[in-house]
């Protein structure tokens, strides 16, 4: 039985950052928004790491002061650690960038998103928690809504001009309409704990990001949080992970101890709940929107996280998403032809991005090696890393493809018309 049918100019399917982003410039652009997320928030998430240029979304929609004012410690930089656990010198984002994006955040995910979230009902949104997606509704070749349950088990009707959907790696629309398309070789296996007393840096150092190179491609995470707690991560194949054992602790244990700075560093942790693993697959649905349906954020593509560029990925989508409805709206035509310009912009962004994964990937290949025969490109890599992507890297290209096969562009990821 369906209960009550309600209608806005907007459904946005998931509380994410990227559906966050989406929903409060909509309610900003004056139109009737609607999210919904099968979750009650804070509910936990993986995925804590920013880059500065999130900040630009993230002002847009008025969350710049709240962030500021949050106990989230300041990243200022990032830094590698060789496999025999040499420490470079951190990366200061201040070296690259006179703005105070240079400063960003290592963010407890539960609490930034239920800020997120607090912040689109304050501009307007209505949220209903603990709603899940179900259906698409369709007429004519047209999405015009979704058919959603609440936690009693009751069944709801949501109509939409518009329905933009960001319900990350689950891909409620991808999986609706078989527009999952798989990166096969970017395939990899994360184990990961959250810790606390394992040892940081003091001062500006406190917040950075570390990467930790283990033996071949495989690579491990070290994110500082509040609260003393600090979120670590082995990521590699999965004949590399689990070629002895399937046991969590065991792996993630052996691979803290073949290196001498983490194992320095989580001397004295203590974990905190249990290990975590997943699978993550490098993705992009075939389409990124068709009429009256937009993708956003992981429910469009997911890129290995090494970069930690997912949240800058889901903000920039949201934002780009919901510029383009905005525009569709005004022109009363919200056909997937409309959206043309979205889809092409980011996927000019994960293409760039999508190489850099692969060149950190390829064997035989450093990012130090590339620096030091181009000097001249060291900005263009920033720039790349920082989410600065508003240029052109043929250069940076060209010379990448001089030590390493580069994919070739996904043509997948286009509205479709
Ligand atoms: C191992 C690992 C490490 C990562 N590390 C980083 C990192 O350091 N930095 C970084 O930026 N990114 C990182 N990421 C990626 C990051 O987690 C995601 O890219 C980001 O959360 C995507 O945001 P989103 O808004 O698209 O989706 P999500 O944040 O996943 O939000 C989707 C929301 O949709 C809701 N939802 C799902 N299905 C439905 C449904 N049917 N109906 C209603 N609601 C639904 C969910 O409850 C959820 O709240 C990492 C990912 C992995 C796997």
Not at 282 to 290: E, I, L, P, T
Request: hydrophobic letters at 40%; charged letters at 20%; one cysteine or more.
């Amino acid at each position: 039985m369906t209960e009550g049918t309600d209608s806005y100019d907007c459904l946005v399917v998931g509380g994410g950052p990227g559906g966050c982003v989406a929903a409060t410039i909509l309610a900003d652009a004056g139109f009737h928004v609607a999210l919904i997320d099968r979750a009650k928030f804070p509910r936990l998430h993986v995925g804590e790491s920013m880059i500065p240029y999130n900040y630009f979304p993230l002002e847009r929609i008025g969350m710049i002061e709240a962030m500021q004012a949050s106990d989230f410690p300041k990243k200022y930089s990032v830094q590698f650690v060789g496999r025999r656990g040499k420490q470079s010198q951190p990366f200061y984002f201040s070296q690259h960038l006179d703005h105070p994006c240079s400063q960003t955040w290592q963010v407890t995910r539960d609490v930034f998103d239920a800020m997120m979230l607090d912040n689109a009902r304050q501009h307007g949104v209505t949220v209903f928690e603990q709603m899940s997606a179900r259906d698409l509704l369709e007429e004519g070749g047209a999405t015009v809504g979704i058919t959603g349950v609440d936690a009693k088990g009751v069944s709801h009707a949501f109509h939409a001009k518009v329905t933009l959907d960001a319900s990350g790696n689950k891909g409620f629309a991808m999986s609706k309409l078989s527009w999952r398309i798989i990166d096969p070789n970017l395939i990899k296996y994360a184990i990961w704990g959250y810790f606390r007393h394992a040892k940081r840096d003091p001062g500006l150092d406190e917040g950075a990001t570390t990467i930790t190179y283990l033996e071949g491609k495989n690579w491990l995470w070290y994110i500082p949080l509040r609260d003393d707690i600090v979120s670590v991560g082995v990521v590699g194949d999965k004949d590399y992970l689990f070629d002895e054992t399937n046991d969590l602790a065991t792996v993630f244990n052996r691979e803290v101890g073949k290196n001498a700075w983490v194992k320095g560093r989580m001397a004295p942790a203590v974990l905190t709940g249990e290990f975590h693993t997943c699978v993550h697959r490098s993705y992009r649905s075939q389409y990124c929107a068709k009429n009256g349906l937009v993708l956003v954020g992981d429910a469009l593509t997911f890129l290995d996280p090494v970069f930690s560029t997912g949240m800058y990925l889901a903000l920039v989508s949201g934002e780009l998403a919901a510029d383009a409805t905005i525009e569709a709206l005004r022109a009363g035509d919200v056909s997937g032809q409309r959206f043309q310009g979205y889809g092409h912009e980011i996927c000019r962004r994960i293409e760039i991005l999508r190489r850099l994964v692969y060149a950190f990937y390829a064997n035989d290949f450093s990012f130090k090696q590339l620096i030091m025969k181009y000097p001249n490109l060291k900005g263009a890599v920033t720039d790349c890393l920082v989410g600065n992507l508003d240029q052109d890297f043929t250069a940076l290209h060209e010379a990448l493809a001089e030590f390493l096969d580069l994919p070739e562009p996904i043509q997948h990821g286009r509205a479709k018309v």
